[in-house]
Nanobody, 126 residues
Framework: QVQLVESGGGLVQAGGSLRLSCAAS????????MGWFRQAPGKDRELVSA????????FYANSVKGRFTISRDNAKNTVNLQMNSLKPEDTALYYC???????????????????WGQGTQVTVSS
């Protein structure tokens, strides 16, 4: 049984930082692209960042470039999202997701991700 468990969300003031973590189990983690999505109330779920199977390729949405950093530890089956200089518009439910793909490319579309976590809430106050 595949499980993705997010942690690290919370309430932070604008300009602050949070580090999200996702612990994966039940899948060959090092063969999967890992992504972080977010969904704010009334908005579509959007891909924030993704990292390919060995960390050699990454993707960032334009809205978070230069502020967020994704990383993974295949020995620990974890993927992290370091979020700095947070803004109120970063407020959302953040999801960890897994897409099978031991290749250099990064999965960019929602439909490519087969496994999802339950989400962790990030709230940024102004």
């Amino acid at each position: 049984q595949v499980q993705l468990v997010e942690s690290g969300g919370g309430l932070v003031q604008a300009g602050g930082s949070l580090r999200l973590s996702c612990a994966a189990s039940g899948l060959p983690f090092s063969s999967y692209v890992m992504g972080w999505f977010r969904q704010a109330p009334g908005k579509d779920r959007e891909l924030v960042s993704a990292i390919n199977y060995n960390g050699g390729s990454t993707f960032y949405a334009n809205s978070v470039k230069g502020r967020f950093t994704i990383s993974r530890d295949n020995a620990k089956n974890t993927v992290n999202l370091q979020m700095n200089s947070l803004k109120p518009e970063d407020t959302a439910l953040y999801y960890c997701a897994a897409s099978y793909g031991p290749s250099p490319r990064v999965s960019l579309t929602y439909s490519e991700y087969k496994y999802w976590g339950q989400g962790t809430q990030v709230t940024v106050s102004s």
